[in-house]
C-alpha cells in the first residue's frame, strides 16, 4: 500500500454534484477516487442535494443543519452549482452566492489553492507558453468578496451602490504563510499580486505581511507584481511563476487567466482548504454548472479527477493522489479524438486500480 | 487641408513629459503630431513638469494653481509618471496617486478609452490572435479607485483595511452611454465586464444602466461577461470583442491584458475623456515611466504617438489623426532590427509631413 502509517484507514466524504454537468463529473471523481484507493482505504461517501435544481424545487438556500452535517466529514467534494440561464426564477448570482461562497466561508476555507500545468499534449492559446507549472494561493474568506457594501437610492438617476473590501492581518497572514511554505517545497519563488499603488490600505496592509513572513523563509526568493502587470507575464512569460499569492478577486481573475493559458478550464482542478483543520475542506473544478452542455456527455470530468487527487493529498493520502496525476497526464498525453464523460472517467480509474 | 471648417486653426496644448521614460516617448509625440497638422494648425505648447523627479526636487504635488493652469488648455499630452525603484524616499503610488489619479479626477475623465489593435506585421503571443480590434471603454472616475478606505489598528496583529468602491448611477450612466454610442459607430456590439455574481450592488448597478441604456441603441447588441470569464475570451477568441465597457479597476487589468495579447504595452494608446468639455482631455501612453530603461532611446515611442493621434480626433481633427495612424501602421509593418527612439519618431514625423 501507499499510505504511510499516519495516513487514514477510512475516510468519510460528502459530495455535492450540484447542478448541471456538476454531477456528470462527480460521477467520474468519485469512480476515480474508489478505484486509487482500492482496498487501502475504506470511503464512506454521503451525498447532499444542494444547487439551483434543490433551491428551485424547495426553496432550501444552505440551511443551518445541512452546513452542521457537513462539518461532521473528512472532505467535500463539490461539482458545480449555478442555475442555467432560462431560470429566471433565480435572481443571478444567487445561487453562487448562498451555497458555494457560503461553503467557503464557513467553513474558513482561507486557501483557494489553485494548481496551474500546462500538461504535455494539452494546446495552449499561447504561441510559446514555455513549462507552465505554478500554483495560486488566492485567499478564500475576505477581501472584496464578504459581501458588504449596500445600495442608497436604488433604481434611481440618484443611485449610489458601494462595494467594501474588507481585509485583516489575520486573514492575510495565515494565507502568505501558507504561500511561503509551499514555495518553499516547490522552486522557492513566491510573487504577491495586488495593486498597492491604487488600493492602499488593502494594498500594503498584504506587502507588509509578505515583507514580514519572508523572515521566516529565508530559502523563498519574494517578488510583487500588480495585477495589470501579472496579466502581462501571465501571457508572456508564464514559466516565471512559482508560487502566486493575491486576494480573493484578483485570484478570481488570475486564477482564469491561468487556465485559459494552460489549456481551459476543463483541465483546472481547485482545493478551498482550511488549514487549520476546524472544518473540512473542499475540493471543485474551477469551472461552472455549464448548464448549456450539461446532461449531454461531453463535459471533460478531468478538472473534477484532478480536485479528488488534491483532496486526497490533503487527507495525507499522497501516493494516492500522485497517482492519479499520473493517470491524468497520461491520459492526456494521449488523447486523441472525443470521449464521452464517463470514458475518460472509466480510463483513469483503469489506469488507478 | 484636412481639417472640416468647424475644425480648430489653433490648439492649445499642455504637455507633461513626467518621468523615466516619459520625456523621451512625448518628445517623439509632438514631433509627429506637429508634423501631422503642419500650417493647418497653430499648436501652442506649454510644458509642465510634473512628477516623481519634480516632487523630489521641491516636494510640490499637482497644486491648485498647476491644476487651475492645466484647465486653460485644450488638451494635455501626458507621458508617464512614477519613481525609479531606487527611489526610496518616495512613498509606494504616491506619484501615480497624486499626479495621475488626481489628473484624471480633477478633470472628470469619466471615458478612459483604450483602442486594441493587433497590427499586422506585430508578433501576438497568442498562437492564433485572429483579427483583434476592438476598445475598452473604462470608467475613470470612480469604482475601487476613489481612494476611500482605511486602516483600523495598523500594523498590529489585528489590522483591518478596508477598501470602498464607489460607484453612481451619474458615473455608470454616461460612460455606459459614450460606450453604447462608439458600439454604435463600429461593428455594433458591446459586452459588460464585471462581476455581479460577488459585487452584487455595483454590478447590478452596471446591469440595470446597460440594459436601460440599450433601448436607446436598438443597433447595439449587447452581452454580459464576468471578468474572470472575459480574461478567457481575451486569450481563446480576443476577436469576438468589439466595444468592452468596465468600471476602473476591472478596466485596468483587462486592458493591459488586451495590450499584451495585441503586441504589448508599447503600442497600447489611451484617451482619459472628459466627454462633456468641461475640462481639457489627457492622452497618455498605457505604459508607465520604465525607469530602467529610461533615457536610454531604446523605448518604443508609438503608444506616445498613438495617443497624439486620439488627442486630434477628440479635438475634431479627424483626417489628421488617421494620417498619424496610417504612418504608424505602415511604419509597424515595415519594422525590422531595432531603432532608437528618436529615429522611430523621426520615421514618423517624415511620414506624415
Ligand atoms: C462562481 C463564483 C462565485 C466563483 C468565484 O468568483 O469565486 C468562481 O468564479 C470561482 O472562481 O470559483
Ligand atoms: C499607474 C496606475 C495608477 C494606472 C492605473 O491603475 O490606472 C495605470 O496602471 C494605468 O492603467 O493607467
Redesign the pocket.
Known sequence: TDAPTDAPRRIDLAVIPGDGIGPEVTTEAVKVLLAAVGTDVEVALTEYELGAEHWLATGETLSDATLAALRTHDAILFGAV?AAPGDTLVPS?LI??EF??KLRFSLDHYV?LRPTRLYAGVPSPLADPGVVDFVVVREGTEGP?TGNGGTLRGGTEHEVATEVSLNTAHGVERVVRDAFRRAAGRRGKLTLVHKHNVLVYAGHLWKRIVEAVAFEFPEVEHDYLHVDAAMIFLVTDPSRFDVIVTD?LFG?IV??LAAAVSGGIGLAA?ANLNMDRSAPSMF?P?H?SAPDIAGRQIADPTAAILSAALLLRHLGLDGHAARIEQAVEADIASRTGTRTTTAVGDAIAAAVS
Open positions: 449555478g448570482g453562487e452566492r458555494l461562497l483557494n468578496y480573493n478570481d486564477t482564469d481547485s471543485e474551477v461552472g
